[in-house]
């Protein structure tokens, strides 16, 4: 873990928020490189699971919402961490990631009684401090999708079973953020609200169980470091008939990537209550009025980020070019269509007029795919350079280019090099981008 989060920073994916004034605890930026990574990863998801399929939605809802949301959803109520202080130190701890909730696992002081400590962070609106009203950036997208439910289902033509789905930011005032970006206080959700009639629950809670397991695959992550949790009946959260928890294993443990719950309709009725509209769902084919059942399938974008970059990372021992000596290629094997620069142009030298077949090749393929083009150094440190980022293609400009036009395209994970015409290398490398093509 720790030579991942310094490569992160040391090549600009992710570095710590505020960092030149000594950080803040939890908040994380993620920088040049990060961000297109990120970006690339909520694409695919949205393809995926919106573009692709005829019964979903979009949504961006606003961060802060009307108070009464979170009154409505539970979280006022119930969205409480459990705490223990310790006696000796005063250091708090999550009561649910203690084994022993005797002695302090710090100091090995006498912890005191776990306490309820609500999560949601506060923020007020309006200006004048009597005025001001108290409220919270959400904790979570979903509530939005609950509260817009009939705006998107009168609007837009859909029939249930059929989902809306959201990308964006939450807030969550964690007791302890941990494990770089896998447990922050501010961090990115990609949900699914998916209405169905309740006696669908059973098949299509399982449909979703493999559309979301194919998913993870499809970016990058393998079967043997994934396995899914079911949570106990007594320990479901408040609104829950069935959760299950895809989880990772990340360097420091198992931890969870992605939720599934079938919310019942626990929300809609909620918001129906507390608001005085009638969110139930009229299905004119089968001519009745309902409430529709629930499926959530909830990922985090940061922790699904970490857990690409944990796969991706690797270390291979390869000839140094001095005799008998070997060096330590790091390679990150992110999918092409994940990767953040998908190609990397490079004259083999800068004189000759190398340098400017080059830029012109660059030019051109930057109006398709994020490209790079490095002409400082030897030609094998700045495979290297790009072999450390994960940029699956290295297009090299030779002597020979000038007679026949052509370039070899270096392929970062087999290190094979196969000669086309530089006509040829934008329908090549495009097609193997193609997110089908993984
Ligand atoms: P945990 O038990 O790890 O606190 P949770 O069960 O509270 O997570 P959910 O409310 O199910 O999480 O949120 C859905 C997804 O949002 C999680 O699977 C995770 O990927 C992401 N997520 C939740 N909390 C955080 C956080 N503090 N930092 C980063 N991602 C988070």
Request: hydrophobic share 35%; with cysteine; aromatic share 12%.
């Amino acid at each position: 873990m720790d030579k991942l989060v310094s490569l992160c920073k040391r090549k600009g994916f992710i570095f710590q928020s505020s960092a030149i004034y000594g950080g803040v605890n939890g908040c994380w930026d993620f920088g040049p490189l990060g961000v297109e990574l990120k970006k690339n990863i909520k694409e695919h998801w949205w393809y995926t699971f919106v573009q692709q399929r005829d019964d979903m939605v979009g949504l961006d809802a606003s961060i802060i919402m009307h108070p009464d949301v979170w009154k409505a959803s539970g979280h006022v109520e119930a969205f409480h961490d459990m705490l223990v202080d310790c006696k000796d130190c005063r250091k708090r701890f999550r009561e649910d990631h203690l084994e022993d909730t005797v002695k302090c696992p710090e100091c090995g002081g006498e912890l005191g009684e776990a306490k309820a400590f609500n999560s949601m962070l506060k923020t007020q609106l309006g200006v004048s401090e009597e005025t001001a009203v108290s409220t919270y950036l959400r904790p979570e997208t979903c509530q939005a999708i609950f509260v817009n439910f009939k705006e998107i289902y009168s609007s837009s033509r859909v029939k249930i079973p059929f989902g809306i789905a959201q990308v964006g930011k939450s807030f969550r005032n964690e007791v302890n953020p941990r494990n770089f970006i896998f447990r922050s206080r501010e961090f990115e959700q990609m949900e699914i609200e998916y209405f169905i009639r309740e006696e669908d629950e059973v098949e299509l809670f399982e449909k979703w169980q493999g559309e979301i397991w194919e998913w993870f695959l499809q970016i990058g992550l393998m079967e043997d470091k994934m396995r899914w949790y079911e949570h106990p009946k007594e320990s479901l959260a408040h609104y829950s008939k069935r959760t299950v928890d895809v989880e990772y294993e990340f360097p420091f443990g198992w931890g969870e990537l992605q939720g599934l719950a079938n919310r019942g309709v626990y929300d809609l009725t909620q918001h129906s209550e507390h608001s005085g509209k009638d969110l139930s769902f009229f299905d004119q084919e089968k001519n009745e009025k309902y409430i529709p059942t629930v499926l959530e399938p909830s990922a985090g974008a940061d922790r699904t980020t970490l857990a690409v970059l944990c796969a991706a990372y690797d270390e291979q021992e390869v000839p140094s070019g001095k005799e008998g000596k070997t060096e330590t290629r790091v390679v990150m094997h992110f999918k092409p269509s994940i990767a953040p620069i998908k190609a990397a142009v490079l004259p083999l030298v800068k004189k000759d007029g190398l340098a400017e077949i080059a830029q012109d090749l660059e030019k051109q393929l930057r109006k398709k795919f994020n490209t790079y083009y490095d002409q400082a150094g030897a030609i094998g440190r700045r495979y290297r350079r790009q072999d450390e980022i994960g940029t699956p293609f290295c297009i090299c400009v030779d002597f020979d280019t000038k007679d026949d036009n052509c370039v070899t395209v270096r392929d970062r994970d087999t290190m094979e090099q196969v000669r086309m015409l530089m006509d040829e290398v934008c329908a090549y490398i495009e097609k193997r981008i193609a997110r089908d093509s993984d």
